[in-house]
Every structure is written in C-alpha cells, then in structure tokens.
C-alpha cells in the first residue's frame, strides 16, 4: 500500500513539473452550495483543482497541531503533531460515471492507509452504484471527518472507540436522493468485509471494536464471510438541518472452519443518530451524535468485556465576528464548546449487581479563527474525566491544544 501511495504522488508530481507556468493552467473546481448538501455528500463536497485537460482533480488536508496534557498532576510536557496528512483525486471517467480515491498518511508517514477508493455509476438521482473501498455510514462523523470542517483538535471519543474512526471496507451498495423545495431525503445501504474477533481479543483487554482497524486483511477478504450490513436515511430541511439513522451489523468471529462448525455466530451491531442544524439569525451550529453498540460476548469471558456500549458528542459553535480581518476578506472568529461521553460496558456485575462503569467524559471548549471557510487555526482546552469498570475515584486529564487544519 505504501509503494501505490508513494506512486501516485510521484505521477502528480511529474505532471506538475510538466506543467504550464500560466496560473490560467491550474483551476480550484469550487465547492457547489446551491444545492442542499448531507453527510452523505462529503466525501466530493471538498475543494479540488484541476490541471489543465488533466481528466483528474487533486486536493488534500493537513492537520498540524501542539498539546500540553498532564494526568493527576503528571505531565510529559508539550508535543508536536502532524496526525494526517490526507491527498484525495477524482476523475469523471464517463458522464454519470466517477472515480474518487482518499490516501491519508498518519503519524507522519507512519501509517499509510487507502480510507476511500470506488466508482460511482449514476442511472439515477435515487439509483446510483458505488463498489470499491467504501466509508461505512454509521453515524455522520465517519463519512464528514475532514479536520478543516471543524473547531476541535482532537477527533470525539465515540467517533473513534465506540465507532472504529474512518471505518472503511471493500463493498459495494447503493445510494440515492430525493430533493423537492426546501426538503432531501437520502439512503445509503452496503454490502462491506467488516469486524473480526479482535474486539475481545486485543491488548486493551476489554470489548475494542477500533482493534478491527488492525486487521488489514479486510481489504482481502473476508474474516468469516459473511458480509458487514450498513444502512443510513437522513432527512434534511434547508431551514431546519438534517437528522440521521443508520445501522451496522453482522457476524464477527470465525464459526466455521473447512466445513465444520467451531462456534455459534456472533454479532455486533450498532445503531447511531445524528443531527446538525444552525438557529437563525445567530449563526449558531450545533452538530451532534448518539451510537449504541451491541456485542455477543462469549459467557466464558470476564464481565470487564461489555455487552453493550453508548455514547456521543454534542458541538456547539457560535460565530461572534465575521468581516475583513488581518487583510483577509470574510474572516471568522468563532467560540466553540463540545462535551462527549463514552460507556465501554454498560451493565451490572452478576455476583454483587452493582454498577460496571469503564466510561469517559469530557468537555472540551475552544477558540477558532477562520481566515477562509478552507482553512481554520484553533485553540482547545480539554478536560476528561475516566472512571475504571470498578468505579474507583476518576484519572483526571487536562490540556491545551493548539494548531490548524487547511485543505490545499
């Protein structure tokens, strides 16, 4: 995967080079805001530029960041970041066909990953094929997670360990939508690889669904085949925002090997809602979402290992200057507030009954400028709180973060 990605950078590369020096040559294909635009639409509702009669769009994100954190009073002092480093491209291969394909370098190279990669084919708005590595619509945040679009650093603890962070998969499925005045109506529904038994077999030592994201086989084949189901509807209101429902199940572990049975199957399913809408006349935004998870765990395994898991993140964002600032035209000035919440294992301890709790929460307020709607500097203060399955007094944990997010 690292000698594909290292490929195509040195292709754009060598166009780039080849290139005319007339600035009339590179084009930014601007974002469409006439239409009503869903989560559903993210992964093209990005700035690209084009190159000339190059059949092929280019752009990318980059975050960069620094943090000071210090847990019950220990501290390892301030950081530097670069978590990713994302380069996506398109192409319209044929009128109602298209080709799209994100790489994110993690860690500063590090970790090189192929997150989206598929071709769509249009027979109609309500009717359109994708196949390829697909972004499993389960909540919002997995599909709409470019770290430009949004004022806080770090991504929200039930986006990333409850929902496995960019969760993607080889699949195919189809979406559509219905558009009529002010109202949209959306759905997605795939066929993917998905989970394998490493979230109860991993070092965490407790349900991890993220371990899955380890097992880069996915993108293979399947761990026990039988494919990974997922579904999304969402309702949109150009006054109002959008809400959304979705859905991902199916069996996690390996009950069969060479024909004969080694176990029962075992699911995991998980259900989230999200919402987004902005009041009138105060700007004010406000972005949220909720996931269940529900996992079979074998009976012979600790009760530290949760059945169940919850949580979500509420953002509110309010803009409180917006004009020429600095020599930059429509400039934002922004205050932000997000808390969050995650439940590892909800349930009660069989023997004594009380309470399991392994939970997290957290508030995090912050500060952002935005000299275009393309790139955001941001400042966040973060506070959480982790409580054990035993409900021993808190870990307390709380640190600043500064740095950006632009695409290019």
Avoid at 287 to 304: C, F, M, R, S, T
Avoid at 376 to 397: C, E, K, M, Q
């Amino acid at each position: 995967m690292r000698k594909i990605a290292l490929y195509i950078l040195v292709l754009l590369s060598s166009n780039l080079l080849e290139a005319q020096t007339d600035s009339s040559f590179i084009k930014r294909v601007p974002v469409d805001t006439s239409k009503l635009k869903m989560n559903m639409d993210a992964v093209y509702n990005r700035p690209f530029l084009t190159m000339g009669k190059m059949p092929v769009s280019v752009g990318g994100y980059l975050e960069a960041n620094s943090s000071y954190f210090g847990t019950d009073g220990v501290t390892e002092g301030l950081s530097f970041q670069i978590p990713r480093l994302t380069v996506f491209m398109s192409s319209a291969i044929k009128k109602r066909i298209k080709f799209l394909t994100e790489i994110e370098f993690e860690e500063g190279g590090k970790e090189i990953n192929i997150e989206f990669a598929s071709m769509d084919i249009e027979f109609h708005p309500l009717l359109n094929l994708r196949g390829g590595v697909i972004m499993n619509p389960i909540g919002a945040f997995n599909q709409n997670h470019d770290g430009p679009k949004w004022e806080f650093i770090s991504r929200p603890f039930s986006a990333t360990t409850i929902i496995p962070s960019t969760w993607s998969n080889v699949g195919f499925g189809v979406y559509g939508k219905y558009a009529q005045n002010n109202f949209v109506w959306a759905y997605e529904a795939y066929l993917t690889n998905g989970f394998d038994d490493q979230i109860i077999n991993n070092t965490e030592n407790r349900t991890w669904l993220p371990a899955s994201k380890q097992n880069a086989e996915r993108f293979e084949e399947s761990f026990n085949g039988v494919p990974l189901v997922t579904a999304k509807t969402a309702f949109r209101h150009r006054k109002i925002g959008e809400i959304g429902f979705s859905w991902m199940g199916g069996v996690y572990n390996k009950f069969e090997e060479e024909g004969v049975v080694v176990d029962t199957k075992r699911r995991v399913d998980l259900v989230a809602i999200d919402i987004n809408s902005t009041i009138p006349k105060l700007n004010t935004y406000i972005n949220g979402e909720w996931v269940w998870a529900l996992i079979d765990v074998p009976g012979n395994y600790p009760e530290q290992f949760g059945k169940k898991q919850r949580g979500g993140f509420l953002d509110i964002v309010q803009p409180v200057l917006r004009r020429k600032m600095f020599g930059w035209e429509n400039s934002t000035l922004n205050i932000a507030f997000r808390t969050e919440y995650a439940d590892y294992n909800v349930g009660t301890f069989t023997d004594t009954g009380g309470n399991i709790f392994d939970h997290v929460v957290a508030i995090v307020p912050g500060i952002s400028f935005r000299p275009s709607q393309q790139t955001v500097i941001r400042f966040n203060y973060r506070y959480h709180w982790n409580v054990d399955p035993l409900g021993n007094p808190a870990s307390r944990t709380a640190g600043f973060q500064f740095g950006f997010a632009t695409y290019f």
